[in-house]
């Protein structure tokens, strides 16, 4: 399924990473925080300004971004749990940040 996001919405994953003390002990996930950092997947074509003209999005697909902890709406597409939020909702854009590697079934 495809999804695609309306106006100045975007759809965001939750960057997951291994939680771990500073003694080896892994956090259980029931445990931690969500991450407030995610990948941006989708964005919508921009909000439309008081005369009508589309303002363009300023993140783009493949960016790292930081938003609020109470932001966005979650929602589970194709099993994957994405979050879906306004672009006002998102703080930045991590600069320089990569993709986690996949890990191998």
Not at 28 to 46: D, L, Y
Request: hydrophobic fraction near 40%; aromatic fraction near 4%; charge should be neutral.
């Amino acid at each position: 399924m495809k999804f695609r996001p309306l106006g100045d919405r975007v759809v965001v994953r939750r960057v997951q990473e291994e939680q771990k003390t500073s003694g080896g002990i892994i956090i259980p996930e029931t445990a931690q925080e969500k991450p407030q950092e995610g990948e941006i997947i989708a964005v919508g074509p921009g909000a439309l300004d008081e005369h009508g003209k589309r303002v363009a999005p300023e993140v783009k697909v493949g960016d790292f971004v930081l938003f609020g902890k109470w932001s966005g709406t979650e929602v589970k597409i194709d099993g994957q749990e994405l979050l879906i939020m306004k672009e006002s909702d998102i703080m930045g854009i991590i600069e320089g940040r990569k993709a986690p590697a996949k890990k191998a079934a």
